[in-house]
């Protein structure tokens, strides 16, 4: 049954699936590759999220009340999902060790994150700005545990990046199509189909910043906990070291750089 999955999501499963088999064939544990032959499904998306520029989060961080500007820095230096950066605890935050240790809501996976020069700062002002919550984001996290779901949050994230002139805001439920956002740019295309932002484009801003700085892509996926990431584990140890020393390249996005320079694409 597929059809609560994305087919890039199906995809990554289904080749990770095949080279365990054809790792236990080359060790004679089995006699065939029973996935081999499994056809991938089709992707039939039309659209594609983009990397966010300087410029944009910048722009973000700007009209942002002090919890979303707080949840688009961890999204941005974390790189995890909209859901998991609202239900983050304090007992979650090692800040001796300098980590933030999750398990990922959609996968499951448990994740330790080294925690960027720029969030360290952020989080020990916020520490002091909270002391006795529980929660990071409470009323972010209050929306998801009460909704279940992230569906409210999307939509007050969407409200900002009008805000801030990156999208046209939202009419009758619907997003206007254009190929130009609120503040009359060209939003970038990717491969031929139109590209988007969301929540999600901080992960795929994560991963370019890193990649623009040198870091490997089996260290920038780990990072942020991407499909092929569990993969690469499969012939790549990768240390926290290497993680932490990766965290240290990510620009401060709350000092006043000028530029526009985009972050690179993900892929």
């Known amino acids: 049954m597929t059809k609560d999955l994305a087919p890039a999501t199906v995809n990554h499963n289904l080749k990770f699936v095949r080279m365990l088999f054809a790792a236990a064939k080359r060790e004679g544990m089995v006699a065939d590759n029973p996935a081999e032959d499994v056809p991938t499904l089709k992707r039939t998306a039309r659209t594609t999220r983009r990397p966010f520029t300087m410029v944009e989060l910048r722009g973000l961080l700007q009209v942002a009340d002090a919890e979303w500007r707080s949840m688009i820095l961890f999204g941005l230096y974390t790189g995890q999902r909209l859901g998991d950066i609202a239900r983050l605890s304090w007992d979650q935050i090692d800040l001796e060790a300098g980590e933030i240790r999750l398990q990922t809501s ?78 009359g740019r060209k939003v970038p295309k990717a491969r031929g189909v139109e590209a988007k932002v969301s929540f999600h484009s901080l992960r795929h801003t994560t991963t370019s910043l890193l990649k623009n700085a040198g870091v490997s892509p089996a260290i920038a996926e780990e990072f942020v906990g991407h499909d092929s990431a569990e993969m690469n584990r499969v012939y790549t140890h990768i240390e926290l070291e290497a993680m932490k020393k990766a965290a240290k390249l990510l620009p401060d996005v709350t000092e006043g750089q000028s530029g526009d320079a985009p972050a690179l694409p993900s892929s």
């Open 106 to 183: 959609k996968t499951g996976r448990h994740q330790k994150i080294p925690i960027p020069p720029p969030l360290l700062k952020h989080i020990e002002i916020l520490k002091d700005e909270k002391p006795g919550e529980y929660f990071l984001h409470p009323k972010a996290e209050d929306i998801v545990s009460t909704q279940g779901k992230t569906g409210s949050l999307s939509v007050q994230f969407h409200k900002l990046m009008a805000d801030a002139g990156i999208v046209t805001a939202k009419k009758h439920r619907k997003i206007e199509k254009s190929e130009e956002n609120a503040a």
